[in-house]
Nanobody, 114 residues
Framework: VQLVESGGGLVQAGGSLRLSCEAS????????MGWYRQAPGKQRELVVD???????NYADSVKGRFTISRDHARNTMYLQMNNLKPEDTAVYYC?????????WGIGTQVTVSS
């Protein structure tokens, strides 16, 4: 499985970005999908994940601001990020679990200026 993220960039605090993660195969085959992020000097952390059944789990720090969605026809997962804060600055990774194996994208940089 190959995953390609896009949509990162530089935005001012309070702005919005939408990240995309396109998979090389049908996302119907994935048990779970998610977005993670890693800020400089910090460990990678979960932002949000979603099960094949649609159950979501958001980090407290992004609840009410970020929304995960999927487009099965395009084999793509999205992360809509609103009201961005400087502390959201990080490399954002998409990940999927399929057949007991985790797959990761190479990440996309999100930088939020104050």
């Amino acid at each position: 499985v190959q995953l390609v993220e896009s949509g990162g960039g530089l935005v001012q605090a309070g702005g919005s970005l939408r990240l995309s993660c396109e998979a090389s195969e049908t996302i119907f085959s994935f048990n779970a999908m998610g977005w993670y992020r890693q800020a400089p000097g910090k460990q990678r952390e979960l932002v949000v994940d979603i099960t094949s059944g649609g159950r979501t789990n958001y980090a407290d720090s992004v609840k009410g601001r970020f929304t995960i969605s999927r487009d099965h026809a395009r084999n793509t997962m999205y992360l809509q990020m609103n009201n961005l804060k400087p502390e959201d600055t990080a490399v954002y990774y998409c990940a999927v679990e399929a057949g007991g194996t985790d797959y990761w994208g190479i990440g996309t940089q999100v930088t939020v200026s104050s």
